[in-house]
Structures are given as C-alpha cells and as structure tokens.
C-alpha cells in the first residue's frame, strides 16, 4: 500500500465515518442566548422601575412636608396681601393658668380675612359671642410665659389654626392681629 492508498484522496466510496451528525450553526445555535439575554434586560428594566417608583413614592408621602413656610419677620418677603380685618371681638381680659402667682392678660384681637369673601364678613358677625368665648378660653389656658413677646408669632398660628379648624365654617383666616397682648401681675 502506498501512501495515496491510506487516505483514499479523490477516489472510492465515501468514508462510513461522515454519517455522524452536524452541529447545527446559525440562529439554531445563537436563540438561546439571545433569550437569556434578552430576560435578563427584562428582569433588571422591572427591577429598575419598580426601585424608581418605590423611590418617588416614599419621597413624595413619607416624612416631614417639605413645604417652607416663610418667616413674616424676614426682609425677603414679596407683596403683603391686603386683607378685611374682623375688629368686633373688642378687648377680653381674663387670669391664666398660673397657680404660684396671679397674672392677668388683656387682649385686642382682629381677625384678616379674604378681601372678596363677603360670606366669611357674615359668619365672623354671627359668631361673635363665639369669637370672644373663644379669645377668653385661649387665654386662660396659657401661663404667663406662653404669653411673652417672642412667642407671639406661635400664638398667632395657633388661634388662626384654632379659629380654621373647629369654630368658622365658611370663613377662613388669614392673619390675626394684637392691637393689645398685655400680662400683667396681681399683686
């Protein structure tokens, strides 16, 4: 036998050995990667989102408001509205809580209000028994260091909150003023 002989080149049945079968190349072979690959984005494009939406969620309802309420002191503040002030209530005079000393606290309040709401004119002029009861009982509820001049503006927002959620209806407040805050001690 030669060399040409062992090899069988170019003549003769073809080898038993080529029935083997192929690996199938092309798109047959690639698919499965691709959809795993493909799942993968899916799954990490919903992980993303719903880290997002959970995110937003939490910021928005969770937590302090994050609304600033300005300072009225504060020299940064643009046009003052003008308001319809509410002057009825006529000056309350009443003792507080103290028990170790006796204090007596006068009170001038007026109460702003919208400029267009004729209703809210109407309801503060019904309710003013109401308004003074109110202004007496607020009063006497306080010690004479609630009532000092750097807890003014706190007062204020109390009454006015006061005022907005349990006695007016219609009317809301806008701003209420002290024509006359006085504590004074009994001697």
Do not use: C, H
Not at 32 to 54: D, N, Q, Y
Not at 171 to 178: G, Y
Request: a negative charge; aromatic letters at 8%.
């Amino acid at each position: 036998m030669s060399d040409s002989d062992e090899l069988d080149i170019g003549e003769g049945d073809a080898p038993e050995a080529s029935t083997a079968p192929k690996k199938k190349g092309g798109l047959g072979a690639l698919l499965p990667t691709i959809l795993k690959f493909a799942a993968i984005g899916a799954a990490a494009l919903i992980f993303i989102i719903t880290v997002s939406a959970i995110t937003v969620d939490i910021k928005n309802k969770g937590g302090k408001n994050q609304t600033i309420v300005a300072d009225p002191t504060s020299p940064y503040i643009g046009k003052r509205p003008i308001y319809s002030w509410y002057t009825d209530i006529g000056s309350i005079s009443t003792k507080t809580r103290d028990s170790s000393k006796d204090f007596t606290v006068t009170v001038v309040m007026n109460i702003g209000y919208d400029q267009n709401d004729t209703a809210a004119a109407s309801e503060l002029n019904n309710r003013k028994i109401q308004l003074q009861e109110f202004v007496r009982v607020y009063f006497a509820g306080k010690f004479a260091d609630d009532l000092k001049p750097e807890n003014e503006v706190r007062i204020k927002k109390e009454i006015k909150d006061q005022l907005n959620t349990r006695l007016l209806d219609i009317a809301k407040v806008q701003e209420i003023n002290f024509t006359k805050l006085d504590v004074m001690e009994i001697f």
